[in-house]
């Protein structure tokens, strides 16, 4: 059993969509961001850099893993499915997970920060963040164009990119321009297993 410490946002909804994917049994633990309990003293012996989600892994010793990347890759491993074995299939796949845990996720968060809930609009920085998520956008379609899932079959590495790139409305982000990274995320939003995941941690496992 997995205990899955979790909020609902995108990289939370990363791992709940994984857990969904693979099939494995979890409970989850809501950890309110709206009152900084990922601050408390109990869940920074899970996670000491205080950011969900989390997980503990019941049925191996009580194992511990925090940054959703490395969990993701944990339970993948677990589980023997969503990511490859091969060499390169492997790499290939952890190329597009880092792609989005360097990248995509860190400038959509930026940008919606900035675009959303900031207290001062800052224009210059507004479109610093607008045009670099618009950049990270467009190399996910062009991969797209030519390929179903970025990294051969259905992966963690498509899960992870997928929570980001189908919250483009929140920082005011425009898909239109992307025919192919639309296709892909209702492809993905049309998984029964992966759109329960997002319903995390409003339901319980």
């Given amino acids: 059993m997995i205990d899955l410490y979790t909020w609902g946002t995108p990289n939370g909804k990363k791992v709940s969509a994984t857990l969904e ?5 979890y409970t989850v633990f809501p950890i309110d961001l709206n009152i900084n309990a990922q601050k408390e003293p109990e869940f920074l012996t899970i996670n000491p850099n205080g950011r969900i989600p989390a997980i503990i892994d019941r049925g191996n010793d009580d194992f511990k893993v925090f940054e959703s990347g490395a969990i993701m890759i944990y339970l993948a491993e677990k589980a023997g499915k969503l990511l490859p074995t091969d060499v390169k299939g492997r790499s290939e796949v ?11 996720g ?21 479109e610093r963040y607008y045009n670099e998520t618009h950049r ?3 190399v996910l379609d062009g991969r797209l164009a030519d390929h179903e899932y970025l990294a051969g079959d259905f992966s963690i590495a498509d899960i992870a990119n997928w929570t980001w790139a189908r919250s483009h409305d929140y920082g005011g982000i ?13 492809s993905i939003d049309q998984r029964p297993k992966a759109a329960e995941g997002l319903n995390i941690p409003y339901l319980n496992k």
């Fill in 106 to 126: 860190p400038m959509m968060g930026q940008n919606n920060v900035f675009y959303a809930s900031f207290p001062e609009k800052l224009p210059s920085v507004i």
């Fill in 174 to 186: 425009s898909i239109d321009p992307y025919p192919h990274l639309q296709r892909w995320i209702k």
């Fill in 21 to 25: 994917e693979l099939e494995l049994p």
């Fill in 94 to 104: 952890i190329q597009w997970l880092m792609f989005q845990m360097g990248g995509l």
């Fill in 136 to 138: 990270l956008l467009g």
